[in-house]
């Protein structure tokens, strides 16, 4: 039987917990405090999230630079390209409803998020995480705060919920809750060129034209008839969702869109994408936490359609 695996859970995939932002350019609060003035005017992500394409941004910048006059990301995530580029004008899109609400939050009132975020790192304990991941908050600000409270604080940046929506990760081992890097007013001042989605990626992808950079990078499921599948979120990318990605992103580029899709490497992606576009192999070295034997390097694609 065919089975669709989610990329990210095999055995030399991303891993679950990759940390988009790395724990060595993490920063304490209590260190290096002269980088807080170094960093006033940049604006980089601030959610760890699965997939996240930091090393994508670091490695293979010249990929995600061409002419453009509207940035589109329908798989936003942690936004690691979207911060790296600062376009004048973007349409962002995530299926979590929780994470464009949270940027949503801090494009509207990032003072307030930022003030809710800074009593978390006072209060923070096991004790504490276990009572704010239960709680049913009322306001948009207070759940941004607890959003990345928790994202901070909960076994490496891992976001999952069970059956009921609930976020249902356990503590990790990191403490600092409030970062030297955080700028949520440049943040929010980048927002403010952005409209926010939450919903699948067809509604931002469909409003691809000419002139537009679509940045495409979706759950890496492949077709696999590998026995391992593992439920890790409430809604899983299916192949059938693979199929209508790649037929959105055709669309896309008969429009006259400049498009990226980042993808697993693998055969089935490859036969899905042939003539579509440039298919790019590309190498980098796997952070997956734990099991060392699965380090190493690996390959990822892309498609340029430009
Ligand atoms: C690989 S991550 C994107 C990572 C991002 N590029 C970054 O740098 O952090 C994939 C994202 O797709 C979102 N997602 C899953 N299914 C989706 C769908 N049908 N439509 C839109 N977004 C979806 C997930 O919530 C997740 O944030």
Known sequence: MTEVLPYDLMENGDGIGLTTLPHSQRISVSENRDLKEKTANSVIPFLKWAGGKRWLVDKHSSLISPDHTRFIEPFLGSGAVFFKLQPESAILCDKNESLIETYDAIKNSWQKVESLLKSHHRKHSKEYYYAVRVKKLKSAESRAAQFIYLNRTCWNGLYRVNLNGQFNVPIGTKTNVVLDTDNFENVAKLLQKCELI??????????????????????????????????YNEHIFSWEDQIRLRDAVSAAVARGAKVLV?????????????????????????????????????????????
């Open 198 to 231: 939450p919903g699948d990626f067809e509604i931002a992808l469909n409003r691809a034209t000419a002139g537009d950079f679509v940045f495409v990078d979706p759950p890496y499921t492949v077709k696999h008839n590998h026995n391992g599948f593992v439920k």
């Open 262 to 306: 980042t993808n697993a490497y693998h055969d089935s992606i490859r036969e899905i994408y042939d003539g579509v576009g440039e298919l790019i192999e590309l190498s980098r070295s796997s952070v997956i936490a734990g099991k060392s034997e699965a380090r190493g390097r690996y390959e990822e694609m892309v498609i340029k359609c430009y």
